[in-house]
């Protein structure tokens, strides 16, 4: 664009657990001076209000009944993102293991997907610079008119030994065999499942850096906003 500002960009990452999405989102937006959304921290925001709340996880429709209860706030600066619930900053107690084992359950209930997806939007609608937003079905489902769509895969075991490394040495095999049992709820759920929207350009990142990854999607960024 030769005059004046860049129109707003949408950019949409989707993927499994451990594909480098958070890392790659937050250094694409960082870089292009975009906001960013974390919309996992989202589903985990709320699976922490219901697990301190008492409520059964097990059960769907008492999860749906409370489901418009918790004010969940994101700050989208990629340099320093926040969440709240109700004002608390939940930032740590969201990546808990109990929290991690939750989030599925809580995530495909219909009533809880309708409320955080009116959130995205509204949150996507309004970043003035345009935004990155990642997740399972940001392109699918939450803004399927996004500029452009990045689908991250990495094999199972890239995904787990990134993971366990995280977790400071926890056991490989469990942390995989944890990580493909979410995938496969997450990708089996009838609400928006984890999936790749058809228009979506895929990046298999298993032996790729971070680096190589980052440089790939600003690069595809770059060439959307120059056609546009
Ligand atoms: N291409 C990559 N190569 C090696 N490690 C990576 C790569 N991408 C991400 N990571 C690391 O893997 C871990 C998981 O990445 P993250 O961005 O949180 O993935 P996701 O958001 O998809 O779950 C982080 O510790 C991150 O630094
Ligand atoms: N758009 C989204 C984002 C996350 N979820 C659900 C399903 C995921 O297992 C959980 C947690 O997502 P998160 O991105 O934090 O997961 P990882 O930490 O990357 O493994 O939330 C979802 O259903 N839809």
Not at 162 to 169: A, D, V
Not at 170 to 193: N, V
Request: net charge negative.
């Amino acid at each position: 664009m030769e005059n004046g500002a860049a129109q707003p960009v949408i950019v949409a990452i989707d993927g499994p657990s451990g594909t480098g999405k958070s890392s790659t989102s937050k250094a694409v937006a960082a870089q292009l001076g975009l906001s960013y959304l974390d919309t996992g921290a989202q589903y985990r925001a709320i699976t922490w209000w219901m697990v301190t709340n008492g409520i059964d996880i097990d059960d769907p429709s008492a999860i749906a009944a409370v489901a418009g209860k918790p004010e969940i706030v994101s700050g989208t600066d990629p340099n320093a993102p926040t969440i709240t619930v109700d004002g608390t900053d939940v930032s740590a107690p969201i990546r808990t293991q109990e929290v991690t084992s939750k989030v599925s359950a809580v995530s495909a209930v219909p009533e809880v997907r309708a409320r955080i997806t009116e959130l995205q939007r509204s949150i996507a609608a309004g970043a003035e610079h345009g935004i990155v937003v990642e997740g399972r079905d940001i392109g699918t489902t939450v803004l399927p008119d996004a500029d452009l769509k990045i689908f991250l895969t990495a094999s199972p075991e890239a995904r787990a030994a990134r993971r366990s490394g995280e977790l400071k040495g926890a056991d490989l095999h469990s942390t995989r065999e944890a990580l493909l049992k979410r995938d496969a709820a997450d990708s089996s759920r009838k609400t928006s499942p984890l999936a790749k929207a058809d228009d979506a350009v895929e990046v298999d990142t298993t032996d790729l850096t971070l680096a190589q990854v980052i440089e790939c999607v600003v690069t595809l960024v770059e060439e959307k906003r120059a056609g546009k």
